[in-house]
């Protein structure tokens, strides 16, 4: 399930408000009052975006590290050049 901000709101939503934000201010037409509210709304925006990244990162670093805790169930091990295969279709040069 999805992260959620505290007002319930998922990321892509706060995501595609933020987005309509900077369009009305890049489109400008809007008064500096209206432009500065537009902004203020964006920067809050804003702020619950990286508070959920945040917290999307930490889930993601605390499964890195259960996984790493875990030993790998395949060890890799050093191929040794066997020449029997040269001339084969294992043989790289072929």
């Known amino acids: 399930m999805g992260e959620k901000a505290e007002n319930g709101e ?3 939503v706060l995501y595609a408000t933020l987005e309509e934000k900077a369009r009305q201010l890049e489109e400008g037409g809007l008064t500096l009052e209206e432009s500065v509210k537009t902004y203020e709304e964006g920067a809050d925006i804003a702020l619950k975006l990286r508070a959920l990244l945040d917290k ?3 889930r993601v670093r605390e499964l890195d590290t259960k996984l790493g805790e ?3 169930a395949v060890e ?5 050049y066997d020449p029997e295969f040269e001339g ?3 043989d790289d040069d072929a």
């Open 88 to 90: 084969t279709a294992y």
């Open 76 to 80: 890799e091990e050093q191929a040794l």
């Open 56 to 58: 999307a990162e930490l």
């Open 70 to 72: 875990r030993e790998p």
């Open 10 to 12: 998922s990321f892509e």
